[in-house]
């Protein structure tokens, strides 16, 4: 093969080819691992990342203990980068500022004296300012870190050594959760609350394979440092714990609270998780502004060191649960926090495990710590029994021994050889101070020894059964349970769960819009505006050159309007969204898909008790309820199928109980309305039987009001004596009466 490498002009080095894409794939995976191991993902085992479990490391290092004194964070912060974490100082100092925030983190891990941040989103003070120390939740993260409980590793330079993972006698991953993202992968895992992750550990030890279901009566939800209500269904919680996946609906804690003369506001204590206060209020004052919260009056900010934000209705009889109802759908006191409990299962997998798959995995891992603690214990124990059978030879042969050491070159080796001590025996006696040799007794001796003995025995026990180690790790949950249980002031749960009040959404679409009464106009030619107010003068409406009135009717902005076109299908209008009544409007093409070679037919105010009668040219129609005919999108909703050369002709209210057909012979038939089908769609059956042409128009009328009409005058007829006409459905009919429009139109039908 010829030799590929390059050289310069120069004599320098060679110049070897690389292959670019597999250079930037290695390399890309190789940012992609390390984001995911060191930066990004959680372990499952202490709930940590790589520069929290460093920060903890570190402040233990320099003896911050609960009890202890605080010292400068920007001390903390330089320790950390410089012998663990070679990073941005401000990085470093964010992370610790967020395990000492206790509206941030549900069990502060940092206990920080100064300027720390606020709900209101307000940045803390520098680190030269602030002062850390750990707390005791931190202190049950690092318990037994010195007894070979977890491996250690060298830090980046080699000088140091730090820990691979904490022993973590806390089930600190769910207690207080972890947001991060990664390279292709993110989590997000709300806190929880600690005496419940207790109750589920010790019900998962003696039921190794619960179920989801189960470990949810234990774990009910998230617990948020902040409060608030969860509305989550309880369906799609266990599901969420199931998979891991999902997430939970958030809301505010409110009241009411009474005025005088039946006046009320309503108070909010307790605002969302990770929603800053100021931009909650910033935010509604904004919508308040924009006329977007019509229920709404006002909102004072009253919060001193507890949250009270105080919103003042428009008036008394506004209903305060459709205001908040109002206020959840469009602002912050109603969040959704996701949950994705995508982890480093045992430290090196990123997987997306469940809820008893986490707290499973914690345990194995407790496990883990317990038997090699138990083990270095085991080897305490046998070096200091061989230290005492030392000690005992030493006292039994006390002026021996001070003999040899004061007059012997060699006093080490001559020990060793007269008394048959082992090397560790031998140091321990030379290295025994004299004012200590009065306290060496044999009594004292063979007590300490038989207690040792015992001990050994006991954990030699320990780690020969499964049931005994699982047993001492219940002990250690419930004194975790005990300690940092509602027994302890912070531990009580802080979130609710409740249901969602019963509010429909359309009621509270209505409600969002400002109520104003327009009428709506609509030309021949499908243009469409609203004009303010009723009973307007639609004689001196401007229309563009060759285009006229259509139809007018009055409504409200909370309408809506459904429109009816020839193709058989029906739109609908949020009256609200149609354009003022200066100038000609705008084409109603513009706001539906409606094709060019059809046209409306009807236009009128949804009411959803209602029921209409729809009827194609064909001859054929039937009867539908209102509410079915309501579409969500621009393409409408088929309803009438016509085919071949038919299109819709009627669209009127199914009020009455006979309906009336003429034809395009001028033969009129009617019929009771109990001969027609009720559908939601389809062609309907035949009302009337034409030779040649096809049907003109239907109406349905009540059987004591008799059959009307109105003229192309507007003049209104009322035939009284229609039973000459009445036959049966799908009948031919008779001529229709003297008098009758020539049009073959009964006139308007929604009124």
């Known amino acids: 093969m010829a030799d590929q490498t390059i050289r310069p002009p120069d004599g320098g080095a060679p110049i070897e080819p690389v292959d670019l894409r597999e250079a930037l794939e290695e390399r890309y995976l190789a940012y992609a691992l390390s984001t995911i191991m060191h930066r990004a993902l959680p372990d499952v085992r202490d709930g940590l990342k ?19 004194g605080f010292k400068k964070c920007a001390r903390v ?24 925030q206790g509206f941030a983190v549900r069990y502060p891990l940092v206990d920080g004296q100064g300027n720390f941040g606020n709900v209101d989103g307000d940045n803390p003070a520098a680190m030269r300012y602030t002062e850390a120390r750990l707390t005791r939740v931190a202190e049950a993260l690092l318990e037994g870190i010195d007894e070979d409980t977890v491996d250690f590793r060298e830090t980046y330079d080699g000088e140091e050594r730090e820990p691979v993972v904490l022993p973590a006698n806390f089930p600190n991953l769910l207690a207080n959760g972890a947001n991060g993202i990664a390279v292709g992968m993110a989590t997000s895992i709300p806190p929880h609350n600690v005496e419940e992750l207790c109750n589920a ?42 998979t891991g996946r999902g997430s939970f609906r958030l809301r505010a804690r409110w009241e009411v609270e009474k005025l005088a003369r039946g006046a009320w506001r309503v108070v909010v204590t307790e605002v969302p998780y990770q929603v800053p206060k100021a931009r909650l209020i910033e935010k509604i004052a904004e919508l308040l502004a924009a006329r977007k919260l019509p229920l709404l009056g006002d909102i004072h900010d009253e919060s001193a060191e507890d949250i009270r934000l105080v919103l003042e209705p428009r008036s008394r009889t506004v209903d305060p649960p459709l205001m908040m109802e109002q206020l959840f759908r469009l602002t912050d006191l109603e969040v959704r926090i996701p949950l994705n409990m ?48 030392g000690y005992l030879i030493a006292y039994l042969n006390i002026d021996e021994v ?21 090397e560790v025996q031998v140091e321990a006696i030379l290295n025994l101070r004299l004012r200590r040799l009065h306290k060496l007794e044999e ?21 020969g059964s499964e049931d005994k180690q699982w047993a001492r790790i219940a002990e250690e949950v419930r004194a975790i349970r005990k300690i940092f249980g509602k027994g302890w002031a912070p531990g009580r749960r802080r979130t609710d769960f409740d249901s969602p009040p019963a509010i429909a959404a359309a009621e509270l679409d209505q409600v969002l819009i400002e109520r104003e009464p327009i009428t ?3 030309s021949e030619k499908g243009w469409i505006r609203a004009l303010r107010g009723h009973g307007a003068d639609l004689a001196k409406l401007s229309f563009k050159s060759g285009d006229r009135l259509k139809c007018a009717i009055e409504a409200q902005t909370t309408d809506k309007l459904v429109l009816f076109a020839t193709n058989g ?22 706001m539906i898909d409606l094709e060019e070679n059809h046209d409306i037919l009807a236009l009128f105010v949804h009411d959803p008790e209602r029921k209409l009668l729809v009827a194609a040219s064909s001859g054929h129609g039937f009867v539908v309820a209102e509410r079915d005919v309501v579409a969500m999108t621009r393409k409408g909703k088929q309803v009438l199928n016509v085919s071949g050369e038919a299109e819709a002709v009627v669209c009127a209210p199914a009020r009455g109980d006979h309906v009336a057909v003429i034809g395009e012979n001028r033969k009129l038939l009617i019929f009771p309305l109990s001969e027609l089908n009720a559908m939601t769609r389809g062609k309907g059956v035949r009302l009337q039987r034409y030779a040649q042409g096809g049907l003109s128009d239907a109406r349905v009328f009540a059987d004591e009001e008799g059959l009307g009409w109105t003229d192309s005058a507007g003049r209104s007829f009322r035939l009284e004596e229609w039973r000459d006409w009445l036959g049966a459905r799908a009948q031919a009919g008779r001529l229709a009466p003297r008098g009758f429009p020539k049009s073959n139109r009964f006139g308007t039908s929604f009124s």
């Not at 003696?206 to 009566?217: F, G, I, M, S």
């Open 569 to 590: 299908r029906f739109f609908t209008l949020g009256a609200d969204k149609l354009p003022g009544g200066r100038g000609h409007g705008e084409p109603v093409r513009l």
């Open 201 to 242: 550990l010790l019900h998962l030890i003696k039921h190794p394979n619960a179920r989801t279901e189960t470990l949810v009566e234990h774990v009910p939800g998230p617990d948020f440092p902040t409060g608030g209500v969860i509305v989550e269904p309880r369906e799609a919680i266990i599901e969420a714990y199931r």
């Open 443 to 463: 009594i004292e001796i063979r007590k300490e020894h038989e207690a040792l003995e015992g001990e050994r025995a006991e954990i030699e026990a320990l780690l």
């Open 50 to 68: 790589p520069v929290h479990r460093r920060l903890l490391y570190a402040m233990r290092q320099l003896k911050l203990d609960p009890e202890g």
């Open 342 to 389: 995508n982890v480093l299962s045992r430290g090196r997998i990123p997987n997306v495990l469940g809820l008893g798959q986490v707290l499973r995995e914690w345990l194995d891992h407790r496990r883990e710590v317990l038997l090699r603690r138990s083990r270095f214990r085991l080897d305490k124990i046998a070096h200091r029994l061989e230290v005492l059978a």
């Open 520 to 522: 709506v106009v609509l």
């Open 402 to 422: 001070i003999r040899i050491i004061r007059f012997e070159d060699h006093p080490k080796t001559v020990l060793a050889e007269r008394f048959s001590l082992s």
């Open 77 to 100: 912060v330089g320790d950390v980068i410089g012998k663990f974490h070679p990073h941005g100082d401000q990085a470093v100092y964010d992370a610790l500022v967020r395990l000492a």
